[in-house]
């Protein structure tokens, strides 16, 4: 245990810094990831009742301070530095003479590494708490553990198509942008006006997502640094009034994040306005660009993002069952925050009572994460037997290969959603129906091992080139 239960070599790593590293994408995403932690915190409102626990939102209560989620809404901070350091990989590739499936599966090999773990330990609490307690009690929770895996999925999804993202002119550069904003709102026309089938909204999850993606690589490549200043407020004003606009005319939600009391939701699947939304972020991180480049040049802050990054999916993955643990053992030593039930089952604060409660639940809440990620971290970088091992069978080469891992990316990315979507409620026997499709957590979980298992025949090579230990400097900080 003591040999698991090690400190994140944040100093070691910050002094071994590279003088050409971009610290201020590093920057961003440790302030995504904590923004994040601290946003399910803080929001999360549990009543329990005799039919067991009623999961709310603080906005649904507090309705006026819905625009504070266009601050709290930092996904797409974490695409656009990931499209940075996918950029730069792929730009690197041939120094290893890696093929395109080699590449990719070393992108994948990083990224679901930590999620094995996860899901595995995830699966055996649900499997246990579904046997030995009422669905009444257990489902709300369950199905907020798996939550936000759909980033995974999606995340990989998009970097599979980084080699698209090579337009180096400005001006086509921005033509791509424009039109994938437009086809994004195009997917909302057909879901909200046209009739088409909700589950249209699905491709948006790609389509949204490679907008701050494809905008990190420009940011990689330096494309962004040559955009005037007065064109960057500009477009920021005029992707700010876009939304305004469509917000007004409706049907799109203020609130950036899905609200239980509201029937449509900018984020899943995500809409325009979250597109918009992930360009007016990246106009305010390069307009700052200057700013940020001397906080990160601080040592004691760059010591301190170094030290997210290095356990920057082991933070994002297992911060909600902690939320989730916390939750339950506050309610059964009876230390619950004060809350009643609006006439709609939607727990709401109540009084002031409640809000000095949230200061000691953030306060244990921390504690746990702090434990947790300190627990878990080293397996996000240490090789796992199956998974980092060479594999024994005949490699498939060029078209093939590239296929392949395409296959098994987008089985990922389909997987992923559906284990978000459904959650481990009632697991592993539990059937849920989308757009008269079942689905259940247990089927979603073997198809992704397989996908996995895909991409690694098609790309990983079958000499070993080392593990996934922690090494100096940043090299295994990228959680991509």
């Known amino acids: 245990m003591a040999r698991l239960f090690v400190r994140v070599p944040a100093v070691d790593a910050a002094s071994a810094t590279p003088a050409d590293r971009d610290r201020v994408v590093d920057g961003v995403r440790a302030f995504a990831l904590i923004v994040v932690v601290a946003g399910h915190g803080l929001m999360g409102v549990v009543a329990w009742s005799a039919d067991g626990p009623h999961l709310g939102n603080i906005l649904s209560a507090l309705p006026a301070l819905k625009g504070i989620t266009w601050v709290l809404q930092v996904m797409p901070l974490l695409f656009f530095a990931g499209g940075a350091a996918n950029a730069i990989s792929w730009d690197r590739r041939g120094v290893k003479n890696d093929t395109y499936a080699q ?7 990083r990224l679901l590494r930590p999620a094995w773990l996860y899901l595995a330990a995830c699966a055996l609490i649900a499997a246990i708490v579904s046997l030995f307690t009422t669905a009444a009690y257990s489902d709300a929770l369950l199905s907020v553990i798996t939550q936000l895996l759909w980033f995974l999925g999606v995340y990989l999804v998009v970097t599979a198509l980084t080699p698209l993202f090579t337009i180096l002119s400005p001006l086509r550069a921005t033509s791509l942008v424009i039109g994938l904003v437009l086809l994004s709102g195009l997917v909302d026309v057909a879901r909200f006006h046209w009739g088409w089938p909700m589950a249209i909204g699905i491709v948006n999850f790609v389509i949204v997502w490679c907008v701050p993606t494809y905008l990190g690589a420009l940011r990689s490549r330096g494309i962004l640094r040559q955009v005037p200043a007065v064109a960057l407020v500009i477009v920021a004003v005029v992707a700010l009034g876009t939304c305004a606009l469509l917000i007004r005319l409706g049907p799109w939600p203020l609130s950036l994040i899905g609200l239980p ?3 449509i939701g900018n984020m899943a699947p ?22 940020l480049i001397a906080l990160m040049h601080r040592a004691a802050v760059w010591q301190r993002v170094v030290g997210i990054n290095l356990c920057a999916m082991t933070l994002y993955l297992w911060h909600l069952p902690v939320l989730v643990a916390v939750t339950v053992v506050l309610h ?11 006439a709609d089952d939607l727990p709401i604060p109540d009084g002031w009572a409640f809000w000095f409660g949230t200061l000691g639940f953030l306060a244990v809440f921390a ?14 970088h240490a090789p796992l037997p199956w998974w980092d091992s060479p594999p024994r069978s005949v490699a498939p080469h060029g078209t093939l290969a590239s296929v392949l891992a395409l296959v098994g990316t987008v089985g990922v990315g389909i997987c992923t959603l559906v284990i978000s979507g459904t959650g481990l409620a009632g697991f592993p026997t539990r059937v849920v129906q989308f757009a008269g499709i079942p689905l259940n957590a247990a ?18 090579p079958r000499s ?10 940043l090299e295994s900080s990228e959680p991509s």
């Open 270 to 291: 995500p809409t325009v306005i979250l597109a918009l939304h992930s360009v007016v972020w990246v106009c305010v991180i390069t307009l700052f660009n200057g700013p």
């Open 261 to 263: 009391d509201e029937p």
């Open 332 to 342: 059964l030593v009876h230390l619950d925050r004060p809350v009643t039930l609006r």
């Open 103 to 109: 590449w990719l599966w070393a992108r994948a090999a």
């Open 367 to 380: 504690v746990g994460v702090w434990a947790v990620v300190r627990l878990m971290w080293p397996f996000e």
């Open 443 to 460: 089927v979603a979980i073997v198809l992704l091992v397989a996908s996995g298992a895909l991409i690694r025949y098609a790309g990983s």
């Open 464 to 473: 070993r080139r080392g593990g996934g230990q922690v090494r100096g400097g």
